[in-house]
C-alpha cells in the first residue's frame, strides 16, 4: 500500500511540473516528486528492522545507510529549490507574470 | 623532484585534482569581499585561476602510475565499500585533464569581460570541482552529489547575464535536469534494494551474480536491473543531451555567458557522457550498445538539419554540439574494435574544437554586436587570430584533414562501415559542411552591418573562401599567427581596430595549437587515448579488481590492484589504427565537401530561408519534452529485456 503512495505522490510532483503553467507551482511540484523519492529510501530502510541504529538500541536496528544518503539528497534539493525561486522571481520582475507558456512567448517574440 | 614528494603526489592525486579548483573557488570568494569594482575584485579574479595550474603536474606525475593501473583514494582513510572512494583509472585520467585544460582556458578567456565578477569565478571554479567528482568517484550516490553541485553551478552561470532568455534557458534545464536527477535516484534506490551497493566495483560483481542486466522474461533481479540501469541511463541523458532529451540545449547553450557555453559545450556534456559510459559497462549492459547506435546516427542527422536551419550563430553551434554527440553515441554503440578509440577520440576532439569555436563566435558576436549571422560581417578585421580561430574550428568540425576531426570522424566511419546507420552519419557530414559553410560568412562580406537578406548570395563565395583560409590556418600553427594577412585584405573599418585581450588571445592559440597538434599527430594521440582507456577497473564484467586493499600502509591510499579483471594486458587490446592519412580516405572527404557547398548555397537561398526559419523557431514546449522524457525511460528499460528473450 506504502508503495502505491508512493508512487502516486511521484506522479502527482511529474504531473506538476510538466502540466502547471505556474512557475512557483512547477517549482512546488518538483519538489513533492523530490519528497516521493525521499519517502522511497526512508520507507524501505524501515522495512529492514524496529529500532534505531544506535549502539545499546533495542531491537533490530534499522539500516542507517539510506537515512544518511537522504539526507544529503534533502541538503542538495533545498539547494536547487532556493535557486529555482530565485530564477521565478527574476522572470516574474521582467515580466509581471507567472505563466511559463507567456513567459516563453514573450521571450522568443523579443528575441527574434 | 625526490621520489617521495612524487609517491606522495600521485597517491593523493585524485583527490588533489578535486581540491584544487574547489581552493580556486574559495580564492575567487574571497573577492567578494572587495568592492566589486576595484582592482583588488578584478586582481582576485585572476588569482583564482593560478590554483587550477598544478593541476596540470598532478596529471602529468601521475600519469605512469594510471598506466599501470588504477588508481584508488579512500576518503578519510574508510575502505571502499564504507566510505568514498576515488578511483582515478584510465577514463577518469582522460577526463579529468579535459575539464582541466578547458576551465583554465574559460577561465582565462573570462577574465577581459567587466561583468564577470568574483562570484562568476566562483561558480565557475566549484563547476570545475564537480565535474572533476563526476569523473573521479567511486561510486553512484557520489555522482549524484557531484552531479548536482554541477548543476547548480551551470544554473547560475547560464542566468548569469540576466537577459530573459539567459533566465528562462537556467529555469528550464533545472526542471529538466532536475527531473531527470529523480530517475538517477530512483536508479539508485533500486540498486541498493537489489545489490546491497552502491560501489562501481560492488555492482558489477552483483550484476554478475545475478545473472546479467534484463536476464530472463521470467520476474527476478535481472528485470528490475533493467529498469535501474535505464533510470540511471535516463538521468545522466539529459545531461549528455541526445534525442529525445536534447531540447534544453540548444537554449542554454546559446543564452549562456561565451565562455560558458565553451565549457558547457566541450567538457559538460562529454562528462555526462562518460559518467553514462561507465555506469552501462559497470552494468555490463551490452544489449544498450544498438539502440545507441541508432539514437547516436538519429541524432546526429536531426541535429544537423536543425542547425541548418538557425541563423544564430551560437544556436548554430548548439545544435552541432548535439550532432557531434550522436556520431559520438553512434560510433560507441556500433560495438566494434575500433569503438573505443573513435568515440573517445572523437569525443576528446570534439571539446577541442568546439571550445575554440564557441570561444571565437563569442568573441564575433562581442565585437560585431550581432548573434544573426547574416547580419555579422568582416567580425575578424584587426584581429586576425580570430579569423583563424574560427577558419580552423570550421575545418577541424567538418572533418576536413590534417585538423582533429578528420581524424575521429574517419575512425568513427571506419567503427560504423557497413552499418545500417553508417548513410545516416555521412549525410550528417554533408550537412555539417554545409552549416559552416554558412557560418563562415561572418568572416567576409562587404560591410560590418549588413540589412537582413544581403547575405543571401555569400554561400558560394564563402565556400571559395573557407578553402583559402584552410591553408592560412595551418600555416598559422607553425609560424606566429598575428603575422597573418586579413583574408580578404582590404581596407578595415574604424572600429574594427580593436585587437583581441591577450588572455581571449592565448586562449584561441593554445585551442588552435591543439586542434593541429592532436590533427596532425592524430594516430599516435588516438593510440595513446586508447591504451589509456583500457585501463579499467575491470573491462566489460571483470569487476572485482578494486575490492583488494591496499598493500601500503600508514595512510598510503594508492591500491595498484594487479590484475584488471578480464581480458589481459591493457595492451593487448589495443589494436591498429586504420591509415587515416591514406590517399583514398583524403580523396574521399572531396565528394562530401562538394555536397555540403551545394548545400549551403540552396539553404541561403531567400525562399529556403524563409522555410528554414520557420523550422528554426520550432521549440518544443516543456509538456512535450517530458513526454519524451518518460518514453526514452521505457525504451531503455525495455531493450535489455526484450534482447535477453530467445
Request: with cysteine; charged share 10%; proline share 6%.
Amino acid at each position: 500500500m506504502a508503495w502505491y503512495l508512493i508512487g502516486a505522490i511521484f506522479l502527482v510532483g511529474l504531473w506538476g511540473v510538466i502540466a502547471d503553467p505556474n512557475m512557483v507551482r512547477k517549482v512546488i511540484a518538483l519538489s513533492i516528486a523530490n519528497s516521493a523519492i525521499i519517502m522511497l529510501f526512508v520507507y524501505y530502510a524501515s522495512l529492514s528492522g524496529e529500532g534505531v541504529p544506535i549502539l545499546g538500541g533495542e531491537g533490530t536496528p534499522v539500516d542507517p545507510l539510506p537515512h544518511a544518503l537522504m539526507l544529503t539528497a534533502i541538503v542538495v534539493g533545498i539547494c536547487v529549490l532556493a535557486l529555482a525561486l530565485a530564477l521565478v522571481y527574476r522572470l516574474y520582475r521582467l515580466y509581471g507574470t507567472l505563466d511559463m507558456r507567456e513567459i516563453e512567448r514573450r521571450v522568443w517574440s523579443e528575441s527574434e | 623532484m625526490n621520489a617521495v614528494a612524487s609517491n606522495v603526489l600521485v597517491s593523493n592525486a585524485p583527490i588533489l585534482l578535486i581540491l584544487l579548483p574547489m581552493v580556486a573557488a574559495f580564492v575567487a570568494l574571497t573577492g567578494k569581499l572587495l568592492p566589486s569594482d576595484g582592482a583588488a575584485a578584478r586582481a582576485i579574479r585572476t588569482f583564482s585561476i593560478l590554483p587550477l595550474l598544478p593541476a596540470g603536474w598532478v596529471l602529468a606525475v601521475s600519469l605512469p602510475a594510471v598506466l599501470t593501473g588504477p588508481l584508488l583514494y579512500e576518503l578519510g582513510g574508510f575502505p571502499a565499500g564504507i566510505g568514498i572512494a576515488l578511483v582515478l583509472d584510465g577514463l577518469a585520467w582522460i577526463s579529468a585533464a579535459l575539464i582541466a585544460l578547458v576551465t583554465i582556458l574559460v577561465a582565462l578567456a573570462s577574465l577581459p569581460h567587466r561583468e564577470f565578477d568574483p562570484g562568476y569565478f566562483f561558480f565557475l571554479h566549484m563547476t570545475g570541482a564537480g565535474m572533476q567528482s563526476v569523473v573521479l568517484t567511486g561510486d553512484i550516490f557520489t555522482m549524484f552529489v557531484s552531479f548536482e553541485i554541477v548543476a547548480i553551478g551551470v544554473y547560475v552561470l547560464i542566468a548569469w547575464e540576466g537577459s530573459p532568455q539567459g533566465l528562462l534557458a537556467g529555469l528550464k534545464y533545472l526542471f529538466l535536469s532536475s527531473v531527470g536527477i529523480l530517475f538517477f535516484l530512483f536508479g539508485v534506490f533500486l540498486v541498493y534494494r537489489d545489490l546491497g551497493t552502491l560501489a562501481l566495483a560492488g555492482i558489477s560483481e552483483g550484476v554478475a551474480a545475478a545473472g546479467g542486466v534484463g536476464g530472463s522474461l521470467a520476474p527476478g533481479p535481472g528485470r528490475s536491473l533493467s529498469l535501474a540501469v535505464a533510470a540511471l541511463c535516463v538521468g545522466i541523458g539529459v545531461r549528455t543531451a541526445f534525442i529525445p532529451f536534447h531540447t534544453w540545449l540548444p537554449e542554454a547553450h546559446a543564452w549562456a555567458p561565451h565562455p560558458i557555453s565553451a565549457m558547457l559545450s566541450g567538457v559538460l556534456i562529454k562528462v555526462s557522457f562518460f559518467a553514462m559510459i561507465r555506469i552501462i559497462r559497470v552494468f555490463d549492459a551490452i544489449a544498450l550498445q544498438p539502440l545507441l547506435l541508432w539514437i547516436g546516427a538519429i541524432t546526429a542527422l536531426v541535429a544537423v538539419i536543425w542547425a541548418l536551419a538557425q541563423h544564430d550563430a551560437k544556436r548554430l553551434l548548439a545544435f552541432h554540439s548535439i550532432s557531434q554527440m550522436g556520431y559520438i553515441l553512434a560510433a560507441w554503440g556500433a560495438a566494434t574494435s575500433l569503438s573505443i578509440p573513435a568515440s573517445y577520440g572523437h569525443a576528446i576532439n570534439h571539446a577541442l574544437f568546439k571550445s575554440l569555436l564557441f570561444l571565437a563566435v563569442g568573441i564575433a558576436i562581442h565585437r560585431g554586436g550581432s548573434r544573426n549571422l547574416y547580419r555579422l560581417r568582416r567580425v575578424a578585421t584587426g584581429a586576425p587570430l580570430l579569423a583563424v580561430a574560427l577558419a580552423v574550428g570550421s575545418l577541424a568540425i567538418a572533418g576536413i584533414p590534417p585538423f582533429n576531426g578528420y581524424v575521429s570522424k574517419q575512425l568513427v566511419s571506419t567503427a560504423l562501415y557497413g552499418s545500417a546507420a553508417y548513410p545516416l552519419l555521412w549525410l550528417a557530414g554533408i550537412g555539417t559542411v554545409a552549416s559552416f559553410i554558412k557560418l563562415s560568412q561572418i568572416l567576409f562580406g562587404a560591410g560590418p552591418t549588413q540589412p537582413d537578406g544581403a547575405g543571401a548570395g555569400a554561400g558560394a563565395g564563402a565556400a571559395a573562401g573557407l578553402t583559402s583560409a584552410a591553408g592560412a590556418g595551418a600555416g598559422a600553427g607553425v609560424g606566429p599567427p598575428l603575422g597573418l594577412a586579413h583574408p580578404n585584405g582590404s581596407e578595415l573599418p574604424a572600429e574594427g581596430h580593436r585587437r583581441l585581450p591577450w588572455q581571449e588571445g592565448t586562449a584561441l592559440v593554445v585551442l588552435v595549437a591543439l586542434v593541429l597538434a592532436t590533427g596532425l599527430a592524430g594516430e599516435p594521440f588516438l593510440r595513446g587515448l586508447w591504451r589509456l582507456a583500457e585501463v579499467a577497473p575491470g573491462a566489460l564484467g571483470g569487476g572485482g579488481a578494486l575490492s583488494a586493499p591496499g598493500a601500503l600502509g600508514g595512510g598510503g591510499a594508492l591500491a595498484a590492484p594487479g590484475a584488471l579483471g578480464g581480458g589481459g594486458a591493457p595492451e593487448a587490446r589495443v589494436g591498429l589504427l586504420p591509415a587515416v592519412f591514406a590517399a583514398d580516405r583524403l580523396l574521399g572527404t572531396l565528394p562530401t565537401v562538394l555536397l555540403g557547398a551545394v548545400l549551403a548555397w540552396v539553404v541561403t537561398r531567400r525562399r529556403i530561408r524563409a522555410l528554414s526559419h520557420r523550422l528554426a523557431t520550432v521549440a518544443p514546449r516543456l509538456k512535450t519534452v517530458l513526454v519524451f522524457f518518460v518514453f526514452g525511460l521505457v525504451l531503455f528499460a525495455i531493450v535489455p529485456i526484450l534482447a535477453a528473450a530467445p
